[in-house]
């Protein structure tokens, strides 16, 4: 294709992907009541608001995250019907697969998220409370701070996909990952520290399993990086053959 064929391509995939959203988020829109109650159901305590504005913002906030989920897959999907015509049948078989990975790890990421605010993070600030202050919680506040904490956990629960791929275009390898890894977990021991709080078991919580998808991300490096090996070698040792006879 030329230039102006790529670009009424990725114009179609756009549309569609902008189309998808705005479906989910009026989707979201509608139901908006049973989500809210959702996440407030383990809630031991009542959310109020401070203004008119903070009922809107919630509605197009909470809208806009089930859009992000469901638009999610479809944007995966997209992209890959994208770069398809520039795959062989083997990578594009693969690449096919990184698509519901992508979305099960968000998920994964933001059930984990949710599950160590609400069973660790929340319970713990609100013990150092003991009875000194009257606690007004805002639906505005309360909902930022657990967006802070689970939006994270969804982003970084993409790394052994990120990992696979960008071992898949030669940009890392294995050794690297593994040369790094001390770095890797100070970053990702910082990172928690940033997203639980003053804790040391909690931090703990939250920086293991952060390590944990690292060394997967690792293993997971290995397997694509062999299999590039073989069919470089495969490609290679056709090559020769080739030369061979031709000669």
């Known amino acids: 294709m030329n ?4 670009l009424t391509e990725l114009r179609k995939r756009i549309i569609w992907t902008l189309v998808s959203f705005v479906a989910f988020f009026i989707t979201g829109f509608i139901f908006i009541k049973d989500i809210y109650q959702f996440f407030v159901r383990d809630l031991a305590f009542d959310l109020h608001v401070t203004s008119p504005g903070e009922i809107i913002w919630i509605y197009f906030t909470m809208a806009s995250i089930v859009a992000l989920i469901g638009t999610l897959p479809i944007l995966s999907l ?3 019907l994208f770069v ?10 693969v690449s096919l697969s990184y698509i519901p990975a992508i979305f099960l790890l968000f998920l994964a990421g933001l059930t984990f998220g949710y599950v160590i605010f609400i069973q660790l993070i929340l319970p713990f600030l609100l013990s150092l409370n003991d009875g000194m202050f009257n ?10 701070f657990l967006f802070r904490v689970t939006i994270p956990f969804a982003i970084l629960f993409e790394i052994p996909i990120i990992t ?3 071992t898949s275009l030669g940009v890392i390898n294995p050794v690297m990952l593994v040369k790094i890894r001390k770095y890797a977990y100070f970053v990702l021991i910082i990172i928690g520290t940033m997203i639980s709080p003053p804790d040391f078991i909690l931090q703990l919580v939250v920086a293991v ?11 997971l490096s290995r397997v694509v990086y062999r299999k590039k090996l073989k069919h470089h070698r495969e490609f ?5 053959e080739d030369d061979e006879y031709g000669s």
């Not at 606690?135 to 930022?144: A, S």
């Not at 290679?236 to 020769?240: A, G, I, P, S, V």
């Open 3 to 6: 230039l102006t064929d790529h």
């Open 78 to 80: 997209q992209i890959w």
């Open 84 to 93: 398809k015509p520039a795959l062989t049948p083997k990578e594009t078989k």
């Open 135 to 144: 606690e007004i919680f805002t639906v505005d506040r309360y909902f930022k």
């Open 164 to 166: 696979m791929f960008l």
């Open 209 to 219: 399993p952060l390590i944990f998808l690292y060394e997967v991300s690792i293993i």
């Open 236 to 240: 290679m040792e056709q090559d020769f």
